[in-house]
């Protein structure tokens, strides 16, 4: 995405396929549920709703605290260039079925009059492994929780153990990638030198830029060790302050029946699973409604609400889904005035 231009994109198949299976989804779980348990709930969080925007406002400033701590050339990424960047790609993300293939490279595209492709890509790349570290964290001891702490019907324990098993292998992964340093491309690069020949050198200048990237993220951790404690500690309170936001949520809907902090803990566990797996969906249509309502109805709770959470968090959503597309549509008149 040039910064002199708004990116555009078309709807594919999939896209189209993606939506109409979650706006199917999303009427038959309303169908189940009723209108008046989500009219009230809405009714119930009222202004609260300025809260909850404030809370994931909150959550951005967290990751963009953590990419700017990522950066490394000079001039380094601030605060206020990690931040709208952020805020636009996730809009990208939520609005098109490309999911993190259009935030991220979006985001990175939206700091280009800043610092190089590279070295944007570089850090939000370092960042997300970060990230998904803690997700990953999230995910699986909200699955334990659940299992241990809850009845749950048969087929939601396989699904849980599934993902618990995929969250184990993604963790383990990632702690490879940053500890092991096994350098693939550089492998490449090496094998391609010792076989010499104009051919050959023609390959390693394509793999030039790769050879680099590589090395940027390996040798972060070796180069800022300082930095790995406090970027881990922001992605926590990121994961924190979504809790945080639940929790004040269930307190809205349900006053002093609102549920204990475990409970809370595995909602949101779930609501990152269902993120993370179904990030296609535009806004996660449909799937967060039906997912959310089933797992409430098996915690126990009152029916709909899960319903009413699913689409208060649409709400929220789509208010910082309108921010984006304002720094999306603002950088590209800006772009075109510079042009």
């Known amino acids: 995405m040039p910064s002199s231009a708004s990116p555009g994109y078309r709807l594919s198949p999939l896209g189209i396929a993606a939506a109409l299976g979650g706006l199917a989804l999303f009427a038959w779980t309303l169908q189940r549920t009723g209108l008046d348990p989500v009219y009230e709930g809405i009714r119930k969080v009222g202004y609260g709703f300025v809260v909850i925007l404030a809370f994931a406002g909150l959550r951005f400033l967290m990751r963009g605290l953590a990419w700017a701590l990522c950066a490394e050339d000079a001039p380094r990424l601030g605060l206020a260039d990690t931040l709208p960047a952020l805020v636009a790609g996730d809009a990208l993300g939520n609005l098109t079925p490309l999911g993190l293939l259009a935030s991220e490279p979006a985001k990175a595209a939206f700091v280009r009059h800043r610092v190089s492709l590279m070295s944007a890509a570089s850090a939000i790349t370092i960042e997300n492994l970060f990230y998904t570290l803690t997700v990953a964290l999230v995910i699986g001891g909200g699955t334990v929780s659940l299992l241990l702490l809850f009845e749950v019907p048969r087929t939601l324990q396989q699904v849980s153990l599934v993902a618990l098993a995929a969250m184990i292998g993604i963790f383990v992964t990632g702690i490879v990638v940053l500890t092991s340093q096994i350098r693939v491309v550089a492998r490449v690069v090496d094998a391609i030198d010792r076989r010499g020949g104009s051919t050959v050198s023609g390959w390693r200048s394509r793999l030039a830029k790769l050879l680099e990237f590589e090395e940027r993220i390996y040798g972060f951790a070796s180069r800022h060790p300082g930095r790995i404690v406090p970027v881990l500690l922001l992605e926590i309170a990121f994961h924190v302050l979504a809790i945080a936001e639940l929790w004040f949520t269930l307190r809205l809907l349900l006053g002093d029946a609102a549920p204990g902090l475990m409970t809370t803990f595995v909602l949101e566990?779930?609501?990152?699973?269902?993120?993370?797996?179904?990030?296609?969906?535009?806004?996660?249509?449909?799937?967060?409604?039906?997912?959310?309502?089933?797992?409430?109805r098996t915690l126990g709770l009152d029916t709909g609400l899960g319903v009413t959470m699913a689409i208060i968090r649409k709400g929220r959503m789509l208010s910082w889904t309108a921010v984006g597309v304002a720094i999306l549509v603002r950088r590209g008149l800006a772009g075109r005035r510079a042009g």
């Open 269 to 296: 566990a779930v609501n990152r699973t269902i993120t993370a797996v179904f990030k296609f969906v535009p806004l996660r249509l449909g799937v967060d409604e039906a997912g959310t309502e089933l797992l409430t």
